[in-house]
T-cell receptor, first 110, second 115 residues
Framework: TQLLEQSPQFLSIQEGENLTVYCNSS?????LQWYRQEPGEGPVLLVT?????EVKKLKRLTFQFGDARKDSSLHITAAQPGDTGLYLC??????????FGQGTTLQVKP | DAGVIQSPRHEVTEMGQEVTLRCKPI?????LFWYRQTMMRGLELLIY????????DSGMPEDRFSAKMPNASFSTLKIQPSEPRDSAVYFC?????????????FGAGTRLSVL
């Protein structure tokens, strides 16, 4: 059974601080995705990483895929209140379905 | 495209009643997924379809849950009879498998409360 462990589960920080969210598995994934979900809405894709060691940047967000394609991280620089939400990582095991982590609830206080 | 459309957005019902959730996927997508989200268990995959055919229903909690996809533009998730522990937000998502990417597009969800 493929599992993705996401940490931390909850994070409450002040505006301007940096943070990192981790997503780890013992399984290899063909790609890994990060989604963000706001209250009352469904998850929305932020980025997909496909190649081992790949780094993608989306403004203040940096996503990295591990060399072995088993883990990923999301780093936010100078967090802002607008970054508040639930962040989900999801691995594609080439079965048609995605394996989702438990999610990280981020609160950025002004 | 309007995206994945779910209805109703909110449903309040009494224990024992039948509940039907509806989903219209994005036109042209060949996969459809039903998820349930709770604080305790996170986002759980219930069942998914490929080209209208159920592929994996191992996440369906029990026989009270059933899902159908009669055509490429419509799917339902039915709970009969409903129980208070079924209270959750139910999401439908669709995707188009393309190369190495499997990007899922989610609807806004149906918040179900069973009293």
């Amino acid at each position: 059974t493929q599992l993705l462990e996401q940490s931390p589960q909850f994070l409450s920080i002040q505006e301007g601080e940096n943070l990192t969210v981790y997503c780890n598995s013992s399984s290899v994934f063909s790609s890994l995705q990060w989604y963000r979900q706001e209250p009352g809405e469904g998850p929305v894709l932020l980025v997909t990483v496909v190649t081992g060691g790949e780094v993608k940047k989306l403004k203040r967000l940096t996503f990295q895929f591990g060399d072995a394609r088993k883990d990923s991280s999301l780093h936010i620089t100078a967090a802002q209140p607008g970054d508040t939400g639930l962040y989900l990582c999801a691995g594609d095991g080439n079965t048609g379905k995605l394996i989702f982590g438990q999610g990280t609830t981020l609160q950025v206080k002004p | 495209d309007a995206g994945v459309i779910q209805s109703p957005r909110h449903e309040v019902t009494e224990m024992g009643q039948e509940v039907t959730l509806r989903c219209k996927p994005i036109s042209g997508h060949d996969y459809l997924f039903w998820y349930r989200q709770t604080m305790m268990r996170g986002l759980e995959l219930l069942i998914y379809f490929n080209n209208n055919v159920p592929i994996d229903d191992s996440g369906m909690p029990e026989d009270r849950f059933s899902a159908k996809m009669p055509n490429a533009s419509f799917s339902t998730l039915k709970i009969q009879p409903s129980e208070p522990r079924d209270s959750a937000v139910y999401f439908c998502a669709s995707s188009l498998m393309s190369g190495a990417k499997n990007i899922q597009y989610f609807g806004a969800g149906t918040r179900l409360s069973v009293l």
